[in-house]
């Protein structure tokens, strides 16, 4: 079974560019998560969709951060502009219907804001 | 609203050791209860889920974990740790049903050797 797909692995930019991560979930897969890693601390939900809806995106910076999933597949989460505080690893996760009893989390994407 | 503290930063075994993890949840009901493990580079991986019945839970990798109810906490634990278990444990705390998943910040653990 191939696993939850994340690019790119990492990415430098300087403050106040713009940058994507994508992410391709495990078939079938109904929910699909964004968590923002900081190092340090542990993994801070952004958002979650359930197909191409979102459930809550209560913590997502929305003057800065968008993401969608509009085939209820893949999903992109962007950043524009980006700051210093944007440094972290973006993991994306998913999981089967029915409820998040096991997330199932990609390698992330390591961001480096200069 | 659900939090998850995990007092330790970071943990020293020694290789053969046995280990304990702590974490305390904070959820007005009956909280889903999860242990993850992060590797260097790597996505989290569930170790083991609480989400009723026997308190006493098994995981992968020879952990187990205990659900106290009275005491709100849900350590992990490992009888002998072998120096592949170096790495990053999460625990973490679900609404009923697991849709919205909270992280502690997290426990490093180091063996010796």
């Known amino acids: 079974e191939a696993g939850v797909a994340q690019s790119p692995r990492y990415k430098i930019i300087e403050k106040r560019q713009s940058v994507a991560f994508w992410c391709n979930p495990i078939s079938g897969h109904a929910t699909l998560y964004w968590y923002q890693q900081i190092l340090g601390q542990g993994p801070k939900l952004l958002i979650q969709f359930q197909n191409n809806g979102v459930v809550d995106d209560s913590q997502l910076p929305k003057d800065r951060f968008s993401a969608e999933r509009l085939k209820g597949v893949d999903s992109t989460l962007k950043i524009q502009p980006a700051k210093l505080e944007d440094s972290a690893v973006y993991l994306c996760?998913?999981?089967?219907?029915?409820?998040?009893?096991?997330?199932?989390f990609g390698s992330g994407t390591q961001l480096s804001v200069l | 609203a659900q939090s998850v503290t995990q007092p330790d930063i970071h943990i020293t075994v020694s290789e053969g050791a046995s280990l304990e993890l702590r974490c305390n949840y904070s959820?007005?009901?009956?909280?889903?209860l999860f242990w993850y493990v992060q590797s260097p580079g790597q996505g989290l991986q569930l170790l083991l889920k609480y989400f009723s019945g026997d308190t006493l839970v098994q995981g992968i990798k020879g952990f187990e974990a205990e659900f106290k109810r009275s005491q709100s906490s849900f350590n992990l634990r490992k009888p002998s740790v072998h120096w592949s278990d170096a790495a990053e444990y999460f625990c973490a705390v679900g609404d009923t049903g697991g849709f919205k998943t909270i992280f502690g910040a997290g426990t490093r653990l180091f063996v010796k050797a």
């Open positions: 959820y007005g009901a009956t909280p889903y």
């Open positions: 996760a998913s999981s089967p219907p029915g409820g998040a009893e096991k997330l199932f």
